[in-house]
């Protein structure tokens, strides 16, 4: 299975002093990607075609369950095979990653002594080593993904307008095959959760936006002394099981402000796409209850101790966190008020949920509709 586009061009956007060789991390991440399941050409085609045919498909389911984008034109999606993805991703990382690295990058220029710039491309290529290695390890894991950063076609400046929507061809027919799903229904499932998020950002004008902006201000606030994260990480270690995750371990106190308001964001998203994976119901989805009862064990049970591990360094575990919280909070607000009350949320960055609202969706409800739940009328979730 082949990437639909090529992702070329990576590392080549003039984005000032680089310590990351991107297109180097490109290389070391395809050849770190494990390899996919056994298929025959014939078999690799009809899952290309399945996917292709049923992203479309779930995109109008979404529409009708969220009212969301009803008048926007479908898009296809890129499928990919796992080198594919790691070249894909990359190209989104080097334009969403651009404010920290052009940070660093100066700070390694202020303090390179005269006469080792010859040293500079050393450097960069060994920062894509290890990046290299995780986008190889995610290449394994990732179904799909909506990327709203995605560089714009060749010729053209900045990042694409409609984003681009991957969707991994061998890691689902993996998946499908672990959890004993039935192929079509397992594929169209994925497809709902991945086109939800496409239409997130494109029928959300200021999302984008918004998005990149919380990074940026992210990326702003860090702190790139050694010692003071070192500092913080310490004093943090005694708080023992109440401490946070090891990503907030790192941040000052105005990274964790914006941190709160990304996790919030993030946390919604992923939830939302979770709520209406389901929601689609088995009109449109047969099996969708099996589909998500195998899934969320597989979720559950995790792999050995150290795919844990890792998942723990590279905060895969509070993806998963994202998952459940916020699809608990998409289910609690739209029981409460219904879908189209919900898409208040929707209406501009004041309305997104705050990371303690996230749990108390009845807080939410009260700032954002200002009206008691019983007084909204209800709706029913989905077709």
């Given amino acids: 299975m082949t990437a639909d586009e090529p992702a070329a061009g990576v590392g080549d956007r003039d984005t000032g002093p680089n310590p990351i060789d991107w297109a180097a991390a490109v290389r070391y991440g395809q050849k770190a990607a494990p390899s996919g399941p056994r298929l025959t050409p014939v078999e690799a085609a009809g899952v290309v075609a399945d996917l292709r045919r049923y992203s479309r498909e779930a995109e109008l389911a979404v529409r009708e369950v969220t009212g969301l984008g009803v008048d926007l034109p479908v898009l296809d999606a890129v499928v990919v095979d ?59 894991k990732v179904l799909g993904q909506y990327d709203p950063f995605a560089a714009a076609p060749p010729g053209q400046a900045g990042s694409s307008p409609h984003g681009r929507l991957l969707l991994v061809a061998p890691n689902i027919v993996k ?4 959890i004993n799903a039935h192929p079509a229904d397992f594929r169209l499932w ?27 201000e992210l990326a702003e606030a860090a702190d790139l002394d050694q010692k003071e994260i070192f500092d913080r990480i ?27 308001q990304l996790m919030a964001m993030m946390t919604l998203l992923e939830g939302h796409a979770d ?12 099996t969708v209850g099996s589909i998500r009862a195998a899934f ?52 501009g960055p004041e309305n997104l949920p705050t990371r303690a609202e996230i749990s108390d969706p009845s807080a939410w409800v009260q700032r954002v509709v200002g009206t008691t ?4 009328e209800q709706e029913p979730a989905g077709p």
């Fill in 82 to 140: 796992r080198p594919g993805w790691v070249a894909a991703t990359a190209e989104g990382m080097e334009i969403l990653a651009a404010p920290m690295v052009r940070r660093l990058g100066a700070k390694v220029a202020e303090g390179r002594p005269a006469g080792r710039s010859r040293r500079k491309g050393a450097a960069s290529k060994a920062g894509a080593a290890p990046l290299g290695a995780i986008l190889g390890y995610l290449s394994g």
């Fill in 234 to 260: 310490r004093q943090a270690i005694g708080k023992g099981a109440d401490r946070p995750s090891w990503i907030e371990l790192t941040q000052n106190a105005d990274q964790r402000r914006v941190f709160d």
């Fill in 190 to 216: 994925v497809c709902v959760h991945e086109s939800t998020h496409r239409l997130q950002f494109t029928a959300v004008p200021w999302l984008r936006d918004h998005f990149h902006g919380l990074v940026t």
């Fill in 275 to 286: 709520h209406v994976m389901d929601a689609v119901g088995p009109e449109v989805i047969p």
């Fill in 175 to 178: 998946v499908e095959r672990e």
């Fill in 296 to 347: 969320s064990e597989r979720r559950r049970k995790g792999k050995g101790p150290w795919d844990r591990l890792v998942r723990g360094l590279l905060g895969m575990d509070m993806k998963l966190k994202q998952y459940v919280q916020g699809a608990a909070f998409v289910d609690a607000v739209v029981a409460e008020i219904g879908m189209s009350s919900f898409n208040l949320v929707w209406a």
């Fill in 373 to 376: 739940p019983a007084a909204v």
